[in-house]
């Protein structure tokens, strides 16, 4: 039996982490677009963190996209992220999600802050 297709109907926009210098010595965090990804989001079994902040919910999700070559800019790698609008979701790891390699399984966390 073959295993069905994803429904790759989300867009997600994918970011890397940018270090800019603040001019006082250290740096300032900001996220620049790589690209878009046409996706589905499949959710897994979320739980709660205590923080020292505020709590928040983490959310597990598998994230499948088109497969792109290793090495490629578009191609998504862990500590990068996907961004929907408002979400953001976390890359933990990234795998080939089928025998002939046509997509990419995007092991990712979405972190929600509690209100």
Not at 4 to 23: H, I, K, M, W, Y
Not at 61 to 82: H, L
């Amino acid at each position: 039996m073959r295993a069905s297709q994803p429904v790759l109907t989300r867009r997600l926009v994918l970011e890397a982490r940018r270090r800019e210098p603040d001019g006082a010595g250290g740096y300032v965090e900001t996220w620049e677009a790589l690209g878009v990804h046409w996706a589905e989001v499949k959710p897994r079994r979320g739980r709660a963190l205590a923080s020292d902040a505020l709590p928040k919910a983490v959310i597990p999700v598998d994230i499948v996209v088109r497969a792109m070559a290793p090495g490629r800019p578009g191609r998504p790698r862990a500590d990068q992220r996907f961004r929907e609008g408002t979400r953001t979701w976390r890359i933990e790891a990234v795998s080939e999600a089928d025998r002939g390699a046509h997509f990419l399984v995007c092991e990712a966390r979405e972190e929600e802050v509690s209100p």
